[in-house]
Nanobody, 120 residues
Framework: QVQLVESGGGLVQAGGSLRLSCAAS????????MAWYRQAPGKQRELVAD???????NYADSVKGRFTISRDNAKNTMYLQMNSLKPEDTGVYYC??????????????WGQGTQVTVSS
């Protein structure tokens, strides 16, 4: 099992920046995909960005050019640098980690979430 702990959320004005961190521990050797999701009030959880072994990244259209996902394998930590924040970026941001194999998710793990609030 993998344990995930997010940090770095907070309140920021529109146009500002925040950096989220997700520290992984436990059976991290099994993980080949890490991702950030977010959930706004009254909305479904959505994928923000993910990063795969080898550094391949994927972003939601709404954050392309503003957010950057990265991973420090030596520290077992994933980051999300968020720039030019908008009020619609407000929500709880969750860290997710799993092993993708044969089209399935294995050892799917979630953090507790960190609140990001962007004021207009």
């Amino acid at each position: 099992q993998v344990q995930l702990v997010e940090s770095g959320g907070g309140l920021v004005q529109a146009g500002g920046s925040l950096r989220l961190s997700c520290a992984a521990s436990g059976s991290t050797f099994s993980i080949n995909v890490m991702a950030w999701y977010r959930q706004a009030p009254g909305k479904q959880r959505e994928l923000v960005a993910d990063i795969r072994s080898g550094g391949v990244t994927n972003y939601a259209d709404s954050v392309k050019g503003r957010f950057t996902i990265s991973r420090d394998n030596a520290k077992n930590t994933m980051y999300l640098q968020m720039n030019s924040l908008k009020p619609e970026d407000t929500g709880v941001y969750y860290c997710n980690a799993y092993r993708s194999q044969s089209g399935l998710k294995w050892s799917d793990s979630w953090g507790q979430g960190t609140q990001v609030t962007v004021s207009s």
